[in-house]
Each structure stands twice: as structure tokens, then as C-alpha cells.
């Protein structure tokens, strides 16, 4: 496993930190976490046009990690890599290691159709399938062949509903079309959709921005929740999102990371002046 | 001619009524076009409307009509000599005068005595009313043009709301044109239904829609007409429904499959040739696939089960053998094909936008939940986009029905109740065809009965491209 080489993502300890304690790791010292995901000099073209430069991050299991930073930084860029969801961009070239469980997932052995019911991911848009609420949760485990019978797949259907916190609302109506749920309902419909091929990690790109502040409360919650078991990477827009749900941030900067580390590090005590600005607002 | 000049005084007059409006606003305004309430063009413009548009429908409304208020008046006061000729006679008299006052088609009657003195004095009076009318109407739309200028000049000020009266006048020329398409569609369709009506009062509408036999007449003399033909149309729309189901039985796939190519594999660089060949092959003539079905397909086809049946011939399929032994060049099967050739860039292209209009975050979901592209096809995308395709795909039944070039060069014309697609058979609108075309008297139930094919053709496309629209729609709606 590949530590980060990122300089400020250094060995650094605060004493008002919970970030450590979530990881596991005793509070005397506090190394940069072994990441579930981890990136090492990931660079990303878009034809001749480079989006990202030399990025290096390291995700851990059980833990929020947040990328934030101005628009079109790279962050949903360095999202796509993840998943190798660039792959199905026309002229995107991807290069850099990105371990996974210590396997490179950019190897060209490794088949992104695979991968991808490893690493699931949110949208920033709730893109339910024009199908039931039933056949949209139930589309993974069909097409992976989890489920052997249809009472298999109709518990699976059941618990990861119940998982999104969505159940109470839609129990009585499963074979609803999924694009009759609200835009809240939605984004947790297809979250469920996500963790119903039980994925390692869960990658979401400004899962909340569409939706009103009830409903991001409960997406938060959601998350909150689903951190005991994924590794989750989060792009957000917002601040104080970034600092409620996250236990790491990374702070994005024209394709490149200026900083990361624990989430009240970063808004307590940012070492780079940019970072500095952009959490205050001075810019972006 | 003198029309003509008069239009051009009239854009001339107009364009000074536009420059002199602006001028006096503008002066009004003390050259400051802040002041105004609308813009100095908008007065201009305005002043132009209420020159020539009231003169410009006068001419138009002469240009519709003037001939028959001519002929009205000719006809005003009969000599004795025409009163006395039957009505039919009279008709012919006063359109040979007509002619030869403006130079048209004059019948071969010769007049002399009492009726060719007739015919010179009315001659003469063609020609005087001819030349009455044009003067008075010039007359008129000069006035018409100096009353428009009187009455729109005196409005014209700083505060006179010019902008709104001519987006008014400018809706107005919108609403005439597309009365005038609606008026159009509306004449062809009531004329349809008018000799249908005539045909069906020759020959009983049942009779038409269920009879088995269909075998006009020929008319050798007008009096000879329709006494047996046969007038059962059901082998026609047998020979249509065949023909269209091979050709969409080929179509349908091949385009479908193409255009799910296009949109979900292809590469843009591919993309750029293909598409832009497709529509090119949309393009060619049906005429070309007519015969390219006639003299390469035909041929082929019928080498392909001339051999067949030879080996069949002495053997258990011996009269199979026989029969395959004698096919033809034309066949239901090869002008199906043909057509189902003609209809893959239709369908394609077609096919191609709707599944464009697929949301790309549906693919982008898909594939995230580790779905291959053609999972994601079938599972996802097929589904989304299935209302839209049937609608491209009756959009195309409806041209197979109504396609004539192919079928009249490779399918025969032999009308037949079959659904053998190696036999020859034709269609309605080959029937159409070869009943329209030559001399022919216009009023025998033989000719007649082309329109009723015509208004029967009619109203199954119409149906089909109704439900296509509606299926197109819905399926809009579903992502708007
Ligand atoms: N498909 C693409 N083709 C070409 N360039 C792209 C593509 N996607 C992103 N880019 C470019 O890459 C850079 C990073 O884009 P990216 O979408 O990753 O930014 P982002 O940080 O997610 O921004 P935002 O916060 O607005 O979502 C931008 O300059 C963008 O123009
Ligand atoms: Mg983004």
C-alpha cells in the first residue's frame, strides 16, 4: 500500500480531533490514515487539455472524505477517476496509480465493468431509470446475479431501501415509477440503487445540490450513517457540509490538491493561504 | 404588364411613405428618438402598412377573381343568336371568346352567320371590359394607396404607439399565410372526397372496401364504360400490406441496429461520416431504388429460386420445384426489399435522435452500477426511448404504404389476394397510378375510382401518423 507523498498531507496532531478516533487509531499519534483508495500521481487529460496534475490523496475506509474547492478544479474530474467512469469520456486519458485494496485499478487487467459494482456512485442530478422503485434498486443485483431467487432479490430490494432511509415512504408503492418520487426521494432512491450491489466505496458528486435543506438533512443523515460501513467520497460545494459530514477534506485548486487532511484541520488551522481563502470565502 | 408597373409604383410609394413617416417623427421629436414612444422605424414602417397593404389585397383579390367577374358581365346581355343554343353550347361559346380575347385554348367550332357576328361583338365587348377593368382597378388601388397614406399620416407623433399596431399588422401576414396552408390541405382533402363521393355512386362503398376482385375496365368508347368491371379493392391493400410488412420486416432491425451503433459505440469521428451518409442515402430518389430493385434485385432473386426449384424438381417437392421454377423478375419480395433498403436511413436517422434524447446521466447511472454498454442498452436505454422508436417506426409504415416508384417497377401488376411474397401482386397506389395516367374520360367509374383508393389511402396514413405523433409526444413529455 502506497502512502501519500503529498507533502501537506503531513504527520500532523490536533488535540480537538475526533478524526483519529474514527479511524481507529490511538490519539497519541496520528499518521495519515491507510486509505482504502489511494491516489498517487494521478494526472487526467481531456484530449490535449490537462484537468488534474500529479494528485495524490489517500481515502480511508469508514470515513467521509470530502473534496472540495472552486468550480472546475477537477473535482468531479478526480471523482470520475475512481470509478473509471472517464473511461466512457471520448479523448479522457487517465494516468497515475489509483490502489484499491491494493490492487492499481488503472491495470490493464482490471475490468471497469467489475470495478464499477465495487465503487458505486451518486450524481449530482437524482437519475432514477424510467422503471418501478423496485426495478431501480433491484437493477444491480439483476444484472451481477446477486440474488437467486426473487425472494433474495426482494429483501435485497427491502434492505438497501431501508438502509437509504427511503422504506417508510415507498413500501406501499414499489411498482410506482421511480420518476414519480420527489427530487429528495430520488437522490436516496438511487443511493439505494447504489449499496444494493453492497459496493466498498461510494463515490458522490454534490449529492445535495439539488435538493432543499430538509432534504440535504436527511441525505447528511444518510451518509452520516452509511459511514460505519463504506468508504465514502464526497464532492461538495458547501462549507459547512464539508465540516459536518467529513472526517478528512481535500482542498482542490486548478486540477491540483493544495491540502488535505482531518476536516477540522483544514477549517481550524489551514496551513495554505488558499485554503485559507477559499473557506472563508475570499474567493471561488 | 401594366400590373406589374402598378406594384412597383406601389413599393416605391411605400418605401417614400416609410422614409417620409421616420423623417416626421424624428423631426417632431427633435431628433432625439428617446422621446419617442417607439422607435422612428416602427412609424415608418407603419405609414408603408397603411400605404400598400389595402392596394396590395385589391390587386390580389382582382388577380382571383377578376376573370370570373369578366365572364359575369360578358354574359350580361345574350344575342338571340347564342340564347337559342343549348346551355352546354352556349358554355363553349363563351369560352372560345374568352380565349381568344386573352389567348388560351380555343375549341375547333367554326361560327358563321348570325353566331359569327355574335362572336365578333362580344369579342370586342371581352376586350373593352378587359381593359375597363384594369384601368378601374389601378384607379382604385391608387386611391386605396393615397387614402391609406391621409388616414395613417395624421396619427403619426411622438407618443403614437407605432410599435404594437405593426406587430399587429405582422401577426396578421402570419395568420394569412397559414390560413392559406390550412385552406390549401383543406381543398385537396374536400376534392378527394368529392369524386370519391361520385365514385361511390357508381359503385356501392361495400362493394369497394370488401370485394375480392379488383379489375376496372378498360373504356374503348365512353358509352362502354363500367358496366362490368369490378371494383373490390381488398387485393390492393392485401399487395400494400405485403409489400409493407417485408419492408419493414427489413427495415425495422437493420435501422434500429444501425442507429443504436451510431449513438451508443460509435466514435464522434465516425459519427461525423456516417451520419451525414445516411441522410445523403435518404436522399436518393425512390425512383433510382426503383430500378435498382427492377434490373439487379429482380434478376437475382429470381436466379436464386429458379435454381432452387431445379434441384427441388424429381424429388419429393417436385410441383414446390415447379413452382419455384416458374417465379418471376416481379415479386412482392423483391420491391420489399428494395423499399425495406429505401427505409433503413429513414429509420435510422430517425431512430438515431430519439435515442440521443436519451438523458446521458441514464447511461452515466447505468454503467456506474458496473453495466456493460449493451446491458445498459437493452435494461436502460431501449425502455426509455421505446415510445419514440415505434413512432419513427410507423412514421416509416406510413411511407411504405404510400411509396409508389418501387412497386410500379418491381412488384407487377397483377392484383391479387396473397400473401405470397414470391408471387406478383400491386398496390394501392400503383392502381392509382396506372388508372390516372393516359387519356382517359375523367367521369367513368374506372378513373373515378382512383380517388376513392386515393381518400381510403388517405385516411389509413393519416391514422398511422396520428398515432406516431402522439407516441412521439408522450414520449417527449417524459423528459421535458
Ligand atoms: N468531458 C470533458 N471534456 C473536456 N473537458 C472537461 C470535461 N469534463 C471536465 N472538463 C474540464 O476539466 C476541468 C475540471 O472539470 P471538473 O468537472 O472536474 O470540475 P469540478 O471541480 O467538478 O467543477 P464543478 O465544481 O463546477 O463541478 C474543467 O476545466 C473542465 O472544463
Ligand atoms: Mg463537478
Redesign the pocket.
Known amino acids: 500500500m502506497t502512502l501519500s507523498t503529498n507533502p501537506s498531507s503531513s504527520l500532523k496532531m490536533t488535540a480537538q480531533s475526533d478524526d483519529a478516533l474514527a479511524a481507529g487509531l490511538s490519539a497519541a499519534a496520528r499518521p495519515v490514515p491507510v486509505g482504502k483508495v489511494s491516489a498517487s500521481d494521478v494526472s487526467?487529460f481531456?484530449?490535449d487539455?490537462q484537468?488534474?496534475f500529479d494528485v495524490s490523496l489517500e481515502m480511508p475506509d469508514r470515513m467521509v472524505t470530502a473534496?472540495i474547492?472552486?468550480?472546475?478544479?477537477?473535482?468531479?474530474?478526480?471523482?470520475?477517476c475512481i470509478n473509471r467512469m472517464n473511461d466512457t469520456?471520448p479523448?479522457?486519458r487517465v494516468e497515475g496509480r489509483i490502489m484499491l485494496e491494493g490492487e492499481n485499478i488503472n491495470d490493464r487487467g482490471v475490468d471497469p465493468v467489475l470495478l464499477r459494482a465495487r465503487v458505486g456512485m451518486v450524481f449530482?442530478k437524482p437519475n432514477p431509470f424510467p422503471k418501478s422503485i423496485f426495478e431501480n434498486v433491484a437493477y444491480g443485483p439483476r444484472i451481477h446475479g446477486f440474488a437467486d431467487n426473487k425472494a433474495e432479490l426482494a429483501d435485497i430490494v427491502e434492505s438497501s431501501l431501508k438502509r437509504a432511509g427511503l422504506w417508510k415512504e415507498v413500501a406501499d408503492r414499489l411498482q410506482a415509477p421511480g420518476t414519480s418520487l420527489s427530487g429528495g426521494q430520488q437522490q436516496r432512491l438511487v443511493i439505494a440503487r447504489a449499496i444494493a450491489v453492497s459496493p466498498e466505496v461510494i463515490l458522490m458528486?454534490?449529492p445535495c445540490s439539488a435538493l432543499d435543506p430538509i432534504a440535504t438533512a436527511k441525505i447528511e443523515e444518510l451518509i452520516d450513517d452509511l459511514r460505519s460501513q463504506y468508504c465514502i467520497i464526497m464532492?461538495t460545494?458547501s462549507m459547512a457540509q464539508a465540516a459536518r459530514v467529513s472526517q478528512r477534506t481535500a482542498f482542490?485548486h486548478m486540477?491540483a490538491v493544495i491540502e488535505a487532511g482531518a476536516t477540522d484541520e483544514i477549517f481550524t488551522n489551514p496551513r495554505d493561504s488558499r485554503t485559507q481563502d477559499y473557506i472563508t470565502g475570499r474567493f471561488g | 404588364m401594366l400590373i406589374w408597373i402598378a406594384l412597383l409604383g406601389l413599393i416605391l410609394f411605400s418605401v417614400t411613405a416609410y422614409t417620409a413617416g421616420r423623417r416626421k417623427v424624428l423631426s417632431a421629436a427633435g431628433g432625439r428618438s428617446r422621446l419617442l414612444h417607439s422607435l422612428p422605424g416602427y412609424h415608418g414602417a407603419y405609414l408603408a402598412l397603411w400605404t400598400a397593404a389595402p392596394a396590395i389585397i385589391l390587386l390580389l383579390l382582382v388577380g382571383m377573381l377578376g376573370a370570373q367577374v369578366e365572364e359575369l358581365i360578358l354574359r350580361g346581355e345574350p344575342p338571340a343568336a347564342v340564347s337559342a343554343l343549348p346551355a352546354s353550347t352556349q358554355d363553349v361559346f363563351y369560352n372560345d371568346v374568352v380565349a381568344t380575347a386573352t389567348g388560351g385554348q380555343v375549341s375547333q367550332t367554326v361560327y358563321d352567320g348570325a353566331l359569327g357576328d355574335a362572336f365578333a361583338a362580344k369579342l370586342a365587348q371581352a376586350h373593352e371590359i378587359h381593359r375597363n377593368l384594369i384601368t378601374g382597378v389601378l384607379a382604385a388601388a391608387l386611391l386605396m394607396a393615397l387614402a391609406g397614406a391621409a388616414i395613417a399620416w395624421p396619427r403619426l407623433s411622438a407618443d403614437f404607439a407605432a410599435r404594437p399596431r405593426v406587430e399587429r399588422w405582422v401577426a396578421a401576414l402570419f395568420l394569412a399565410c397559414s390560413v392559406v396552408a390550412v385552406l390549401t390541405t383543406l381543398g385537396i382533402v374536400a376534392s378527394l372526397v368529392w369524386e370519391s363521393w361520385r365514385f361511390f355512386q357508381a359503385v356501392p362503398i361495400f362493394d369497394f372496401l370488401f370485394g375480392l376482385t379488383w379489375d376496372p375496365q378498360i373504356a374503348i368508347r365512353a358509352d362502354q364504360v363500367a358496366s362490368s368491371g369490378a371494383f373490390g379493392a381488398v387485393p390492393l391493400f392485401m399487395g400494400t400490406f405485403l409489400i409493407m410488412m417485408i419492408a419493414m420486416t427489413v427495415a425495422a432491425p437493420v435501422g434500429l441496429f444501425a442507429a443504436i451503433y451510431l449513438s451508443e459505440y460509435a466514435g464522434p469521428s465516425v459519427r461525423a461520416v456516417v451520419k451525414p451518409l445516411l441522410e445523403i442515402l435518404a436522399g436518393i430518389p425512390t425512383v433510382v431504388y426503383g430500378f435498382f430493385a427492377a434490373l439487379t434485385v429482380g434478376p437475382l432473386f429470381r436466379g436464386f429460386f429458379n435454381d432452387i426449384g431445379a434441384q427441388l424438381i424429381g424429388g419429393p417437392f417436385d410441383s414446390l420445384g415447379l413452382y419455384l421454377m416458374q417465379v418471376q423478375n416481379q415479386m412482392a419480395l423483391v420491391a420489399g426489399a428494395v423499399m425495406g433498403i429505401m427505409l433503413i436511413p429513414f429509420v435510422s436517422s430517425l431512430s438515431d435522435d430519439i435515442l440521443n434524447a436519451v438523458p446521458q446521466s441514464l447511461r452515466d447511472g447505468s454503467l456506474a452500477m458496473g453495466a456493460t454498454r449493451s446491458e445498459t442498452i437493452t435494461r436502460v436505454i431501449m425502455p426509455a426511448a421505446l415510445p419514440g422508436v415505434m413512432g419513427a417506426l410507423m412514421l416509416a409504415v406510413s411511407r411504405a404504404v404510400g411509396e409508389t416508384m418501387i412497386v410500379t417497377m418491381a412488384a407487377g401488376l397483377q392484383a391479387r389476394a396473397t400473401i405470397n411474397p414470391l408471387d406478383t401482386v400491386t398496390t394501392v397506389t400503383v392502381q392509382i397510378v396506372t388508372l390516372l395516367t393516359g387519356d382517359q374520360e375523367f367521369d367513368s367509374p374506372k378513373t373515378l375510382s382512383a380517388f376513392g383508393l386515393g381518400l381510403t389511402l388517405f385516411l389509413i396514413t393519416l391514422m398511422l401518423n396520428i398515432i406516431a405523433l402522439r407516441i412521439v409526444q408522450r414520449y417527449r413529455e417524459q423528459y421535458d
Not at chain 1, 474547492?69 to 470520475?80: A, E, I, M, W
Open positions: 487526467v481531456y484530449g487539455k484537468a488534474l473534496l474547492g472552486p468550480s472546475g478544479c477537477g473535482k468531479s474530474t478526480f471523482l470520475r469520456i479523448g479522457a449530482q458528486d454534490e464532492v460545494h482542490f486540477g
